[in-house]
């Protein structure tokens, strides 16, 4: 028998599992900052080398490829995010909690009936024709992780004590029945 996802639990339900847990991250990083003094502009600016986005830029793409990635597959077009002067901690809290909020109140079919639609992205000169599971699962989704486990990397540099169960969030378990 064929495994049956839909479109919806394959990636929003994907999205509010790592968001709840940004959202966990974030709370840390706020207690670690203040517990041990630290100026939140050193984590929002905080890079893991130099040559990578820092920490506010991995929260703004977090958000970018889940609301989105869910918008471009409704309208079927993905462009360049407008960029937003978000460079303060507690507006990318902001951000995230606005992100998870827009996804919860999204209805199953609003995604599920856009299976098999086409999606464009376009940056620059560069257009990619997917469908829609073909853009959320090889190209959102990961884009998506990339950029929350980059935030995690971050936070984690700067001594915030997380594990791998804060990035995960809530597990997505079975029921058991009752014996």
Do not use: W
Request: with cysteine; hydrophobic share 45%; net charge neutral.
């Amino acid at each position: 028998m064929a495994m049956q996802i839909s479109l919806y639990d394959a990636s929003v339900g994907s999205y509010l599992q790592t968001l709840n847990a940004v959202a966990g991250l974030l709370s840390r990083g706020l207690a670690h900052c203040r517990d041990k003094g630290i100026d939140l502009s050193e984590i929002v600016e905080a890079r893991l080398i130099a040559d990578m986005q820092p920490f506010r830029f991995q929260i703004q793409r977090i958000a970018f490829h889940s609301a989105g990635a869910i918008e471009a597959i409704r309208t079927g077009i993905l462009g360049q995010p407008a960029v937003k002067p978000l460079g303060n901690y507690a507006a990318l809290q902001a951000l995230i909690d606005e992100t998870r909020a827009a996804l919860a109140d999204l209805p199953p079919e609003a995604v599920n009936a856009r299976a098999g639609a086409e999606v464009i992205f376009r940056a620059g000169e560069v257009e990619r024709l997917f469908t829609a599971e073909g853009f959320l699962l090889s190209f959102s989704l990961p884009n998506f992780h990339f950029h929350a486990t980059t935030a995690y990397g971050i936070l984690r540099s700067r001594g915030v004590p997380l594990s791998k169960l804060d990035y995960m969030g809530a597990l997505r378990l079975k029921e058991r029945e009752a014996l």
